[in-house]
């Protein structure tokens, strides 16, 4: 299989901080691959690296074969990379449709001269974009709450509503931040059907970031750990689940 | 209609012109800005230069006008917005003040500090209300498409806008070199209308006036601040014959606005049917509320009381007589630029207001005394229950 999103030695430092380091792993086309490791091992920047809000220090990261390093964000919306947010960054005050329609245009244009006469093709994108935006809403189980303000939804709906808006980018690789942050057991089992039917329908790639350790190992193929900024372990679920290294990173050395 | 009304409002809707801009771009874009005042300079001069120096006619000055500014806009938009953060609201604050001491200080171009003179009067009422119906139907359109939609992500939420594809940075330049097009029309019809310009007008507090009108109506609402010109700018002519003292009633307005409301008239919603349901079933609320009825009470007492005790200004004969000086003041009794304050019904309808005002405020406290002083008989009531 083909690598979908490579890291070569990636590094990262804020002033003296090194919060990446050296990180090199890569997620092949069409895998579910978990990303774990402790609070502060530098998952959320790898993330930021990768859609380009923070530059990377040193180090390479490629998509599908073509240097990502100096891309910026909405560039990067533009080769098919779509993520969500560990601490939601929905638009709290706009409808949870209009949160979805305003991802969900990316890929429907009209004109300036459209937009302010609403002629020509303005009619037929905007039922496309709103019709395309509900059928996400379904699918993530948000349609009947479409009209109210997105900041009012519970929680866990934020959640989904986030994986929603990532979505409708049509988006090749999508990357999850904790997507099951704040949820009850309940909860999670439902987002876990939910992660793998979306893998399979949209024929995504997804890196998976998580704490909920019998989430990652149920659904994802393969993990990364990490741990202070640098790769501990990688492979299958099984493998992780007794690794020495991983076991110490999140327990503590044994006396 | 009288000339007065109609100098209203033809200024009404110029003035709504450059609020819609600021709007866009403060309320929908959340960028401060505090230097539109500049934009609309250029437009002013733009066309007046236009029309007077090359003959141009004054429709496609008035377009052009609008172009010069956004251009302008654009081109300081560029370097300053490429940042997020308050760099343009700092920037703003200087080249409003900039542009107009260029103005003043290019004297071969737009005669200095003496103003432009002789500016054929082609601002007529029709022309002024035409060009704020296209440009408010342009402008209500535009925030119902998808750019309205991106520009709302970039001030929501500007990193999650970038991931969702949007160029903020660009977008941001776009919404500024739109508000740009809009106060430069604006200031051409104004200079079309007052027939002289003079770098005066177009100062800190011209733009610090734009500002207020798109908070006081509500960031993020194109028709809140259609209503918040309309009511500031009413505010301001009603109590004309106070002179210099209105400017007090302005600021009053305002911080009652501020403290009572402080997302503004409209918040973030636009003016249709949910949100009229909605102040609806809030004004049934406030029908419930003691100390509302008490206010509500005293605006009927104030009526009476100002009539008893009306300034000897005012020589109204009957009742019926006094209360119509107030429609009188809009309808064209009182001519535009007549001496005001020797005139009966500003006086009597400013009178009217003032008594209204007092009373009511004297018993809406009364009533929250009451309300206060009921809660505490209950609550002592209680305890002695339990």
Redesign the interface.
């Known amino acids: 299989m083909d690598a979908c999103l490579e890291l070569k030695g990636v590094n990262k430092s804020f002033g003296g901080i090194h919060a990446v380091r050296d990180m090199s792993f890569s997620v092949a086309e069409g895998e579910l691959a978990g990303l774990i490791g402790p609070n502060g091992a530098g998952k959320t920047t790898i993330f930021n690296l990768v ?1 380009g ?1 923070y530059d990377v220090t040193g180090g390479e990261m490629e998509y599908k074969g073509a240097n990502i390093n100096r891309l ?3 560039q ?3 080769l098919g990379i ?2 969500t ?1 560990q601490n939601l ?6 409808s949870v449709l ?1 949160n979805v ?3 969900a ?2 890929h ?3 004109s ?1 001269f ?5 002629l020509g093709r ?1 009619r037929g ?2 039922r496309a ?1 709103r019709d395309e935006s509900m059928g996400l809403l379904e699918r993530v189980g948000l349609a009947d709450r479409a009209g109210q303000p997105a900041g009012t939804l519970p929680y866990g709906l934020q959640r989904r509503l986030e994986i929603a ?1 990532a979505l409708s ?1 049509k988006p090749s690789l999508l990357l999850l931040d904790e997507p099951a942050a704040g949820m009850n057991a309940e909860e999670v089992s439902t987002l876990n059907d939910l992660i793998v039917k979306i893998h399979e329908d949209f024929k995504l790639t997804i890196l998976l970031i998580e704490h909920h350790m019998d989430m990652v190992m149920r659904i994802c193929h393969r993990v990364v750990c990490m741990n202070f900024g640098a790769l501990i372990a990688e492979g299958p679920p099984r493998d992780i689940q007794g690794h020495p290294e991983v076991l110490k990173a999140y327990l503590g050395e044994e006396e | 209609m009288g000339d007065y009304t109609i100098g209203i409002v033809t200024l009404l809707a110029i003035n709504c012109i450059a609020a819609m801009g600021v709007s866009l771009f403060t309320g929908f874009t959340g960028i401060f800005t505090l230097g539109h005042a500049g934009y609309m300079a250029i437009g002013a001069y733009t066309s007046t230069i236009l029309i007077i120096k090359l003959g141009v006619p004054w429709m496609p000055a008035i377009i052009a006008g609008g172009l010069a500014a956004m251009f302008f806009a654009y081109l300081i938009g560029l370097p300053t917005l490429k940042l997020v953060g308050d760099y343009y609201t700092i920037a703003s604050l200087g080249l409003g003040e900039a542009i107009r001491l260029v103005i003043e200080n290019w004297e071969s171009v737009t005669r200095g500090a003496r103003g432009y003179p002789g500016i054929p009067h082609y601002t007529t009422a029709p022309v002024a209300v035409g060009f704020m119906a296209v440009l408010a139907v ?2 209500f ?2 925030i ?4 309205g ?2 520009f ?2 970039c001030r ?2 500007y ?10 940075s660009r977008h941001r330049v776009f919404s500024l070199a739109i508000s740009g097009f809009y106060c430069g029309v604006s200031g051409s019809l104004l200079a079309g209308f007052m027939s002289f310009i003079q770098p005066v007008m177009f100062d800190m507090a011209k733009s610090t006036e734009l500002v207020s009108i798109v908070v006081f109506g509500g960031l993020g609402s194109m028709s809140g601040c259609l209503m918040g010109t309309l009511i500031l700018t009413l505010v301001t002519e009603m109590f004309r014959p106070i002179s210099q003292y209105r400017m007090l009633i302005y600021g009053l307005v305002l911080v009652l606005v501020m403290v009572l409301r402080p997302e503004g008239l409209m918040g ?1 919603n636009e003016l249709g049917w949910d949100s009229l349901k909605r102040a609806l079933s809030r004004a049934k609320a406030l029908t419930r509320d003691t100390a509302a009825r008490f206010g509500l009470a005293g605006v009927l007492i104030g009526i009476p009381v100002s009539y008893c005790f009306q300034p000897s200004s005012v020589r109204a004969i009957s009742l019926a007589e006094y209360l119509s000086c107030i429609p009188s003041l809009m309808s064209g009794a009182v001519k535009f630029g007549a001496p005001l304050h020797k005139s009966v019904a500003p006086n009597a309808a400013l009178a009217v207001v003032i008594a209204c005002a007092i009373c009511a405020s004297f018993a809406w406290a009364l009533g929250g005394i009451i309300k206060l002083v009921k809660k505490i008989d209950d609550s002592r009531a209680a305890g002695r229950g339990m």
């Open positions: 859609t809000v910026k964000t909405y990067v919306v533009a779509a993520r947010f960054r929905l638009f709290a005050a706009s209009e329609m305003t991802a245009q990316y429907h244009r009209y300036f459209e937009a302010v006469s609403h303005w994108t905007e974009i808006r980018l | 342009g402008m359109f535009l119902n498409s998808n750019y939609r991106a709302k992500a929501d939420d990193v999650a806008a970038s991931l969702l594809g949007f160029n903020t973030a």
